[in-house]
């Protein structure tokens, strides 16, 4: 893991574009994906059965 102190996010699909001035910069442009997927339901109550909507939830 990495300790940053601050960033600065916008969303976008394409690469960013540097003015000719920033190119000497030492400082890193990208993309970072990120993507959001279904993961194990965690049960709260073990009393209740899982109903098999909460089952198939990750499949």
């Known amino acids: 893991m ?3 102190d601050e960033a600065a996010v916008k ?3 394409s690469l960013p574009s540097d003015k000719d ?3 000497a910069l030492a ?3 990208g ?3 990120l993507k959001t997927a279904r ?3 965690v ?3 073990g009393g209740v059965p899982v109903p098999d909507y ?3 939830w990750a499949d």
């Open 2 to 4: 990495t300790a940053m």
């Open 11 to 13: 969303i976008s699909d």
């Open 21 to 23: 001035e920033d190119l």
């Open 27 to 29: 400082v890193w442009t």
């Open 31 to 33: 993309i970072l994906p």
């Open 39 to 41: 993961g194990t339901p």
């Open 43 to 45: 049960h709260a109550d």
């Open 54 to 56: 909460v089952r198939s």
